[in-house]
């Protein structure tokens, strides 16, 4: 049977154990996990979800004006309906599938959304990745998902790369252009011989902001890089990443928060969960990993790491997604890809804000749900903990949001 607790005790916790200096704040939660279950279980059955994937911008209604989309689009919708699909399998009774558009806020008035989940990588113009969740943030809809500056940042990768480089975490050494300042002319780019000294290729030429292997050029003569950033440019719009290309192995790892579920149970852990650490096979002439928009993701393509397997190599990269995690402030599931450089070293190629979860069906799946089952979990244990988790966040660190909660906890 179901602890009871008064809607009080439901939103701020045991009022024993408030801080005498701020007695109307109360503590951040550990433990308590028995308290958690029945939150979630009853938010589940109660709370009207929308769970929110890209709106396309030809649709009448969408957008007033037609721009430009510097990250390549795609809708997102299937993955909207399996995670869709997954609360209601969890016991959530209304779920309402939406798009990521100009309509997104009166749809949640009308339908009384209590919550959102993105799913969505946006509609168009800059920064679309984070669009939906400064949406949300302005409507006072509590979400799973990043907030808007996390998501900036991390679907940024120019800007991520500095944040990586303030931490002092590896990554590939590289430099910005935009076509704004004129064609990029490697022999007289005083930028590019201080960035460079010393190393005359390959180079990876790619959008700041991008997906799947998307609009990626390796060159590899400094006299081939004004041709390939001209080509990515025409394609984005956007600023141009140029890097040095790492010549070894490939490496993915999803991490998410402390909740977790295995077979519908909570857990809380001490650190960030990192699952699903796989390396990607390449075969011998791919270079790069082979866009999933045209080769769908199978287990041939993905070799799982873990304790008894590569255990060195996957340590360490536990050990980086757990810093990434915790050093980024990381709200929900993150997917790092990796790669190593000619001495073996582990460099952070990029981070996934809103990494692929398809569910895994027939011979296709997601490398974040490549490796549920060698952690006893199922994908709706993943959604459950990605949506529990969430929750445990919202109580700890967003109390005044949750308290459109209490109507349903009563
Ligand atoms: N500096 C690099 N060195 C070697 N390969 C790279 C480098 N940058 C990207 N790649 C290859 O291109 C693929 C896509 O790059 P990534 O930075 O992950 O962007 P996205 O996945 O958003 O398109 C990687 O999986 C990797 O195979
Ligand atoms: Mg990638």
């Not at 990521?100 to 919550?115: T, V, Y």
């Not at 300042?181 to 290729?201: E, H």
């Amino acid at each position: 049977m179901k602890p009871e607790y008064s809607v009080n005790e439901l939103l701020f916790g045991d009022p024993a154990e408030q801080p005498e200096h701020a007695p109307d704040r109360p503590p951040r939660r550990t433990g308590r996990l028995d308290q958690l279950e029945f939150q979630v279980t009853r938010l589940l059955e109660r709370m009207n979800i929308a769970v929110i994937f890209g709106g396309d911008k030809t649709i009448d209604g969408a957008v007033i004006n037609q721009t430009q989309n510097p990250r390549s689009w795609k809708s997102y919708e299937s993955v909207a309906t399996d995670i869709a699909d997954a609360l209601r399998r969890l016991g959530c009774k209304n779920v309402h599938l939406m798009s990521d558009d100009m309509r997104l806020g009166e749809q949640l008035r009308s339908k009384g959304i209590h919550m959102g989940w993105l799913n969505t990588g946006g509609v168009q113009g800059y920064d679309s990745m984070l669009h939906g969740a400064a949406l949300l943030e302005l409507a006072g809809i509590p979400y799973v998902g990043h907030n808007p500056l996390t998501a900036g940042i991390l679907d940024n990768k120019h800007t991520f790369k500095r944040q990586l480089n303030a931490f002092g975490i590896a990554n590939a050494k590289f430099m910005t252009w935009h076509l704004s300042r004129g064609p990029f002319c490697a022999d007289t780019n005083v930028q590019f011989k201080t960035c460079f000294a010393g190393y005359s290729g390959p180079f990876v030429v790619k959008p700041v902001c991008g997906r799947a292997s998307q609009n990626i050029v390796v060159v590899d003569k400094p006299s081939e890089l004004m041709g390939a950033v001209d080509a990515v440019y025409q394609a984005t719009e956007n600023h141009i990443l140029i890097e040095k290309y790492l010549p070894g192995r490939e490496f993915t790892a999803a991490i998410c928060g402390q909740i977790i579920a295995r077979e519908r149970k909570l857990a809380r852990s001490t650190r960030p969960f990192v699952f699903s650490v796989t390396e990607r096979v390449l075969s011998k002439d791919e270079r790069i990993f082979t866009s999933m928009d045209i080769s769908p993701i199978t287990m041939d393509r993905l070799r799982l790491l873990g304790p008894e397997n590569d255990s060195d190599t996957f340590k360490k990269i536990v050990e980086i997604s757990r810093t990434v995690y915790d050093d980024f402030d990381i709200d929900t599931l993150i997917r790092l890809d990796l790669r190593m450089d000619e001495h073996g070293e582990i460099n952070i190629l990029e981070v996934n804000p809103k990494p692929d979860i398809k569910k895994p069906s027939g011979e296709t799946t997601s490398i974040v749900c490549s490796g549920l089952p060698t952690c006893g979990m199922d994908y709706d244990d993943l959604i459950l903990s990605l949506f529990a988790d969430r929750i445990d966040r919202l109580f700890c660190e967003r109390r005044h949001i949750v308290t459109s909660f209490s109507t349903l906890l009563e």
